[in-house]
Nanobody
Framework: QVQLVESGGGLVQPGGSLRLSCAAS????????MSWYRQAPGKQRELVAS????????YADSAVKGRFTISRDNAKNTVYLQMNSLKPEDTAVYYC?????????????WGQGTQVTVSS
């Protein structure tokens, strides 16, 4: 059994910053790609950024490039999303996703989501 536990969401004013964390625990052999997705009200869940085990990153959403930074700590099985210069359109539920290798194979796991609200 594997759990992804997210933290760090909340209410912030436009231009502010938040740092999201997602820690994986349980029966884990190795974690490959870790990602952050977000889902705004009435919209589909979309990929924000991902990072592989070696630290290579991909920012799928051009709207966050230069403002958001994804990073990870392999020793802690944790991925972070530093969000700066936040805008109201960044308001969404943010989900952590991880590709995790276990004894019987590789599986995909999701966190429960953390709400980020950008509003004055």
């Amino acid at each position: 059994q594997v759990q992804l536990v997210e933290s760090g969401g909340g209410l912030v004013q436009p231009g502010g910053s938040l740092r999201l964390s997602c820690a994986a625990s349980g029966s884990i052999s190795s974690i490959y790609v870790m990602s952050w997705y977000r889902q705004a009200p009435g919209k589909q869940r979309e990929l924000v950024a991902s990072i592989n085990r070696g630290g290579g990153t991909n920012y799928a959403d051009s709207a966050v490039k230069g403002r958001f930074t994804i990073s990870r700590d392999n020793a802690k099985n944790t991925v972070y999303l530093q969000m700066n210069s936040l805008k109201p359109e960044d308001t969404a539920v943010y989900y952590c996703h991880a590709e995790i290798s276990q004894i019987l194979g590789k599986y995909n796991y999701w966190g429960q989501g953390t709400q980020v609200t950008v509003s004055s």
